[in-house]
């Protein structure tokens, strides 16, 4: 079976779907939708039943004529109670609206778990790409280094070049061959992160389907920090969880101010009970049906609470919610403040990498001339395979630093691209 092929897409959408993690921001969002449901159903009356059987020994008070009696007897209670709070200093709808927030804001924390792990497979998937961009690069020079090391061969056999020039040249091939098993050792270690990000089981290998643009379609005009910040913070997921807290937090500090207030509540229940004790005229116990019937007792009432002094609690629980207020607004400032230095980072690093790729692409060029020409003055015998050999090198070294910077500007452009609230990612 040929091995499957993975385009950056397909290993978000695995990653994202298989990562353990990010089941736990999930299930933190199960709960906190849980407490948002609860809290509205807290609004509807409290209503419980009760029921007993006793069997009293010894002195007892007789419930029929409350007579003292020491005969054994047993008896049976029921009861049906409901309650409903009129007024809690509006603590309920502000409880609902606070743990609204909190479940709004636990959706959005999961969301943006699930954006940082995207840009983690993302810079998984370009090492990988970088590294077999350098592989290609090293097996170009392995087989350079092949075709010279041949042509000494032939040259010491006809008699122009000394022994002396065959080391050379094994050396140089020597170098390349290492350099080749050290960036394919390089791209082992690049797959296997590839595949943790993934969550990948049962797998040692993986195959990308490489992503570049050519150059200019990457190089645009120039960002500015201003407007991606301003774009960021409509959508980015951590600002406006952070923004939904401090929403939560002045909710909870009217919750702990309604508690000073009165509260209101109204009560009724149903009663009723079967006590052996209790006979007719001829001494018989009177049936259960009809105790049931007959012992039945109800009320009704409301009932007013005003909190003057618990120790002060009340009045301390305000003043912490207060300053749990301030704390969420500087942490959504902190978030802010390090959203706009991270966008500013990128948009330096974007120009300066703009610059960069036209430049190493130029360096490329005029070191790969300069080295056919080297090539072929080795060829004649006007230069040493040293000379030819640091001329190779910087002609590899020039590619090495296209290849990273085209990558480093792909990975920039993406993430200035997912701030601009363009689809880097298809994630829901």
Do not use: H
Request: net charge neutral.
């Amino acid at each position: 079976m040929a091995q499957q092929v993975w385009s950056l897409e397909e290993c978000v959408a695995y990653a994202i779907e298989n990562n353990l993690q990010l089941n736990d921001f999930e299930f933190t969002e199960q709960s906190n939708k849980e407490t948002y449901r609860q809290s509205v159903r807290n609004l509807l009356p409290n209503v419980n039943g009760f029921a007993d059987y006793n069997v009293s020994f010894g002195r007892q008070i007789n419930p029929n004529d409350n007579s003292i009696s020491n005969t054994e007897f047993f008896s049976n209670n029921y009861s049906l109670s409901g309650s409903f709070d009129v007024f809690q200093g509006f603590q309920k709808i502000n409880s609902i609206k606070a743990s609204k927030f909190l479940y709004k804001a636990a959706k959005e924390e999961s969301v943006q778990q699930k954006y940082l792990l995207a840009f983690r497979v993302m810079r998984a998937f370009y090492d990988i790409q970088f590294i077999e961009g350098l592989i290609t690069i090293s097996e170009e020079q392995v087989e350079i280094s092949t075709t010279n090391y041949e042509l000494v061969q032939k040259q010491i056999e006809v008699g122009l070049m000394a022994g002396a020039d065959l080391y050379e040249a094994e050396s140089l091939l020597l170098a390349d061959e290492l350099v080749l098993t050290q960036n394919k050792n390089r791209l082992t270690a690049a797959k296997l992160a590839l595949i943790q990000a993934m969550n990948l089981e049962d797998e040692t290998d993986i195959f990308i389907r490489p992503e570049i643009e050519k150059v200019d379609s990457i190089v645009s005009s120039a960002i500015t920090s201003d407007s991606v910040f301003n774009t960021a913070m409509e959508f980015i997921p951590l600002i406006k969880a952070q923004e939904l807290r401090v929403k939560a937090a002045k909710k909870q500090v009217s919750i702990a101010r309604g508690s000073l207030a009165p509260s209101i509540a109204v009560q009724a229940g149903y009663g009723t009970g079967y006590f052996e004790t209790i006979t007719d005229t001829l001494g018989v116990t009177i049936p259960f049906r009809s105790q049931f019937r007959d012992n039945t007792n109800q009320f009704i009432g409301v009932s007013l609470n005003v909190p003057i002094s618990n120790g002060w609690s009340g009045r301390s629980r305000v003043k912490q919610q207060k300053i749990a207020l301030a704390r969420a607004k500087n942490n959504f400032e902190i978030q802010e403040q390090e959203l706009y230095q991270l966008i500013q980072q990128l948009v330096q690093e974007y120009n300066a990498l703009n610059t960069e790729v036209l430049q190493t692409e130029k360096r490329s060029k005029s070191q790969g001339l300069a080295f056919q020409i080297a090539q072929k003055r080795y060829e004649k015998g006007l230069i040493n395979a040293i000379e030819l050999g640091r001329a190779k090198t910087l002609f590899a070294t020039a590619q090495n630093e296209n290849l990273q910077v085209r990558l480093r500007l792909k990975v920039n452009k993406s993430t200035l691209d997912f701030y601009n609230n363009l689809p880097v990612f298809n994630i829901n």
